[in-house]
């Protein structure tokens, strides 16, 4: 089985990395000449878009932003619907709502190419460390002939349902409660500075208290120690995510009260640091509040 990814930032070159590591010939297109040169150098094959992609390879993860750009590298004029074979398999891991995942799977019926729905978790270390969590939605039988190779970049796969957007509709629901977990760590941060608690004791007493999850303790490090850029966190696609998140509990007519006051936190957050990361909107607060947590 020879494997592709179709976008190479922060999660794709981590697909990728894994998948070259896992001993499968891999080909890859990215818009970043950048990105592109930086997957050449550890061994894969360079494409010149996604049609190219889907002739060399059997099975094509896609991570990229949005459902429009989704829809655009799947069965857009130069997509892998043109080029790929009967028999392979697209891998739908970008984050993207679950009624443009339906779309797209609508639109392979009768091409012979299967998909599996299955966005990720484990933001950048999960990717480059090939321990992401799957939520996949596919036939058993897809799922089996797919197994090889997302076995190459995950450590726990979910079988979540059989039909397209059940993936989704399980990342949205996780994106609601990471939402949450964040902003109120930015605000425990913030309220911990102004009242002159050192970072590392708020870290210390947090890590080893029932609140110290992997979120929790990933957020307060990178706010102690200041990082707010470069930590392959970037706010922009938590933005995204909560706003898919926020978007389906409106169509399903379901309260995310939580979810809506995070997402407010991130907007302001995004819209005075676009270039920050997700622990860049504990800035926000600490500017309000006059006071800045350092370890």
Known sequence: MKAGVIGLGDMGSGLARNLIKNGFETSGFDLSERRMKDFEDMGGVVCTNAADVGKHADAV?????????????????????????SGGIIILSATIKASEARAIGA????TGIDMVDTPVSGGFPGAQNGTLTMMAAASDAVMERAKPVMEAVS??????????GAGQVMKACL????GGIFSATFEAAALAAKAGVKGQTLFD???????GC???????????????????SGIGTMHKDLTISLAMAEELGVPLFTASTAMQIFHQGKTKYPQGDN??????IEEIVGAELHR
Not at 206 to 211: D, E, Q
Not at 279 to 284: H, I, L, P, Q, S
């Open 175 to 178: 994106q609601s409660i990471f």
């Open 61 to 85: 993860y896609v991570m990229v932003m949005n459902g429009a750009q989704a829809h655009e590298v799947i069965l857009g004029p130069s997509g892998l619907v043109t080029t790929m074979r």
């Open 107 to 110: 639109g392979l019926n009768g």
């Open 214 to 232: 992997g979120a929790t303790k990933a957020a307060l490090e990178n706010i102690i120690d200041r990082k707010f850029e470069g930590t392959g």
């Open 279 to 284: 622990w860049v909107c504990t800035r926000v």
């Open 205 to 211: 007493v947090v890590s080893t208290s029932s609140a």
């Open 155 to 164: 450590s726990t796969i979910h079988h979540v349902g059989t039909d397209v």
